[in-house]
Each structure stands twice: as structure tokens, then as C-alpha cells.
T-cell receptor, first 111, second 109 residues
Framework: DAGVTQSPTHLIKTRGQQVTLRCSPK?????VSWYQQALGQGPQFIFQ???????QRGNFPDRFSGHQFPNYSSELNVNALLLGDSALYLC??????????FGSGTRLTVV | DAKTTQPPSMDCAEGRAANLPCNHS???????VYWYRQIHSQGPQYIIH???NNETNEMASLIITEDRKSSTLILPHATLRDTAVYYC??????????FGGGTRLMVKP
């Protein structure tokens, strides 16, 4: 049973560019959350998608947006990249409010 | 969600029990205590969660004090592969997990 799959695993972008990260949830899971983890810190909640709608959002600017598709997969888009956006981006999926399964993340470097 | 306080780092000898403490003095009645761990360069891994009773699974045991203001995660026989950052999270009705700094556990041979 495949867990949460994220792509790409690593990415290098230039300041001002836009990036799209992708996530396929664990089989049977219908809810997807995105987290940003800066080096040496704990993950910070960006937003959560359920039934193709953004259900909850953390303290992140509008440059961060997302989408969920009918097959429950999800994308995270970041516009006008800043150096401070360099981080590990984690996707987590769940079926109920209790158990979250995390992917291994996408390491984004902005230069 | 209530805030948690954990020691930044701990050491444990291989084969011994690792006891990781967590303070959550502002926890409210409907908030659960969750533990996750993150091994270097991987996503966080769920370990265990509880409300008020002690819990045990194949990975660990969770001891919650009677007043629910603190808890302890116990890894009964730590191995080198248990070296990781352990996060204690208090979660209410909201859908997000609020991670703190966690405890960096180093298991030594």
C-alpha cells in the first residue's frame, strides 16, 4: 500500500519565479494538508484541502495557494518566490481527524 | 490548540528505555496529545496519541498525568534507529497540527 507520494523530491528556483509541488495521498485518504519546514524548525501548517475546497489555512500569504483534484491528489503553488521560501514542503493525508500520514517532502531551494 | 514544552535534546543508551517528557499545562478537556517523530530528511511519522488514559502500541507507550498537564512518551527498548526529533502536539477540534521545536533524541551504543 503506497503511502503519501510527493514530487519532485528536490527543486531549485530563482527569486521571483513560481513553483508547483505535487502530492498523491495515501490510498483511501481524502484530506490533504501542506506544511512548510524551515531548516532546524518544526513543520508549520500552510493549509488543508477536503472535497476540493480549502478547509483551513495557517498564517501564510496569498502567494501560497493550492488545489485538490477529484482523485484527492493536491498541488501547492507558490508565486513570486523569496529566498525565505527555501524549505522542506511536506504533504500529509488523512481520512479522519486522527491519523495523518506524511510524505518525505519536497526540498525547495530559492537562489 | 494548547502549547507544549519539551526539552531540546536527550541522550539514551541503546537497549534502555527512553522517556521523553512534555508539558502542556494549558490543555483543555477535549484536546488530544499526539506524538510524532521525524528521522533526518524524512516526513514526520505518527507514533501514538491519547486523551486521558495511558496508551500503548507496538512502537511506544504514552503516560498522561491525571491532571493532563503533562505526558511522557516511553520507547521501551531504544535502538539506534530511534534517533530522531520527537514532537509532542496537543490537538483540539481544528484540523492542523501545531509543531513546536521537539526533542532531539540521540540513542548511543
Amino acid at each position: 500500500d503506497a503511502g503519501v507520494t510527493q514530487s519532485p523530491t528536490h527543486l531549485i528556483k530563482t527569486r521571483g519565479q513560481q513553483v508547483t509541488l505535487r502530492c498523491s495521498p495515501k490510498s483511501g485518504h481524502d484530506t490533504v494538508s501542506w506544511y512548510q519546514q524551515a531548516l532546524g524548525q518544526g513543520p508549520q501548517f500552510i493549509f488543508q484541502y477536503y472535497e476540493e475546497e480549502e478547509r483551513q489555512r495557517g498564517n501564510f500569504p496569498d502567494r501560497f495557494s493550492g488545489h485538490q483534484f477529484p482523485n484527492y491528489s493536491s498541488e501547492l503553488n507558490v508565486n513570486a518566490l523569496l529566498l525565505g521560501d527555501s524549505a522542506l514542503y511536506l504533504c500529509a493525508s488523512s481520512l479522519d481527524i486522527y491519523g495523518y500520514t506524511f510524505g518525505s517532502g519536497t526540498r525547495l531551494t530559492v537562489v | 490548540d494548547a502549547k507544549t514544552t519539551q526539552p531540546p535534546s536527550m541522550d539514551c543508551a541503546e537497549g534502555r528505555a527512553a522517556n521523553l517528557p512534555c508539558n502542556h499545562s494549558t490543555i483543555s478537556g477535549n484536546e488530544y496529545v499526539y506524538w510524532y517523530r521525524q528521522i533526518h530528511s524524512q516526513g514526520p511519522q505518527y507514533i501514538i496519541h491519547g486523551l486521558k488514559n495511558n496508551e500503548t502500541n507496538e512502537m511506544a507507550s504514552l503516560i498522561i498525568t491525571e491532571d493532563r498537564k503533562s505526558s511522557t512518551l516511553i520507547l521501551p527498548h531504544a535502538t539506534l534507529r530511534d534517533t530522531a526529533v520527537y514532537y509532542c502536539i496537543v490537538r483540539g477540534a481544528g484540523n492542523m497540527l501545531t509543531f513546536g521545536g521537539g526533542t532531539r533524541l540521540m540513542v548511543k551504543p
